[in-house]
Structure formats: structure tokens, C-alpha cells
């Protein structure tokens, strides 16, 4: 389950949100925190994560300067790097991170597709990584092709998703 709390500014976002997800074959039980802030024109600026699992709790920072370059600050490890030219980023189980490129790109209202580079945060450790997501969208929905699955979503007017099938239906 994700709980979020959006402040839209045109298409600036503030968000805090909430993840809790129970154990299952594919990951622990496990609880999760962040706070996302983006610029004016929806491009990230600055994300905090939190995590908890049995065995412990982490936390990661991720912000982008005015040059394109993202520091990623964790317990162990620091790393200066443009993802490939990133301007997004992506967490794993979370439906709400996809609204960064669909209300930037505009998927939720014209036929395209596009490759995006984004920041790929593993919310369980909190690795992070350069990834490729693929969204095309049209008559039937915006499909998303990301490292872990292939889905078709659907998103309210404002490009928030509204259902994610097998991840999450907003409530």
C-alpha cells in the first residue's frame, strides 16, 4: 500500500509518501518513507528514502544540481554520476514515481513514446542504478517497460496513475 500527499505548483510537485508492503515470494515485509521535491518543469531536484526491513534500517538521498549531475548519498556510499542524462527517478513498487515522466512528457494526453533514463532506487537496500524505462502511450493506456515488469496504466487527467495491474489501484 502507498499513501501520498502531492502539492502541485504547475508542474512543480512536492510529494511525501508512505510504502508498506507485507512478505510474499518476491520480496520481505517492509516499510518505506520519502519525500520528493521537482523543479518547474517536473524535473527531480531532490529525493529522501527511508527503509525498514527485519533486518535494519536505511536511508538514501538523491539530488540533481543545475549542471545535470546527481549525488547519491547512503550509509556507505557516495557517488557523483548524470545517470546517462536522467532527469527522473524510478522506485521500485511505487505507481506514484511514474507520474514524474508521463506529466513531463505530456503521455497522459498525446501518442507517443519515449526512452527515459532514470535514477533506478531498489526501495528494499536502497541500491541505486542508471536504468532505461519505456513509455508509449495511446488509445488503450501508457505501457510501461521498466527492468523488473511490462504493464499498461492508466492515469487520471492531471497524468497520476489510477491503476497499476499486479502492483496497485488507487483507492
Known amino acids: 500500500m502507498e499513501s501520498v500527499r502531492v502539492q502541485l505548483s504547475g508542474n512543480r510537485i512536492k510529494a511525501s509518501g508512505r510504502i508498506i508492503g507485507g512478505a ?3 520480496h520481505p515485509a517492509f516499510s518505506a518513507s520519502y519525500d520528493l521535491v521537482t523543479d518547474e518543469h517536473g524535473v527531480t531536484r531532490r529525493l529522501s528514502l527511508r527503509t525498514a526491513v527485519a533486518g535494519g534500517e536505511k536511508q538514501a ?21 548524470t545517470y546517462n542524462g536522467a532527469v527522473d527517478v ?50 488503450d493506456g501508457i505501457h510501461v517497460l521498466s527492468p523488473v515488469s511490462s504493464s499498461s496504466v492508466t ?5 497520476f496513475v489510477l491503476d497499476y495491474p499486479g502492483l496497485a489501484e488507487r483507492i
Open 90 to 139: 524510478d522506485v521500485v513498487l511505487s505507481p506514484f514515481f511514474n507520474t514524474l515522466p508521463i506529466r513531463r512528457l505530456g503521455l497522459g494526453t498525446d501518442s507517443i513514446e519515449a526512452q527515459v533514463p532514470v535514477v533506478y532506487v531498489n526501495l528494499l537496500d536502497l541500491s541505486i542504478q542508471e536504468a532505461a524505462l519505456t513509455y508509449s502511450s495511446g488509445a
Open 155 to 159: 492515469v487520471d487527467g492531471d497524468g
Open 61 to 81: 538521498s538523491v539530488s540533481r544540481d543545475n549542471e545535470g549531475y546527481w549525488m547519491v548519498e547512503g550509509a556507505a556510499n557516495h557517488q557523483r554520476s
Open 24 to 26: 510474499c515470494s518476491e
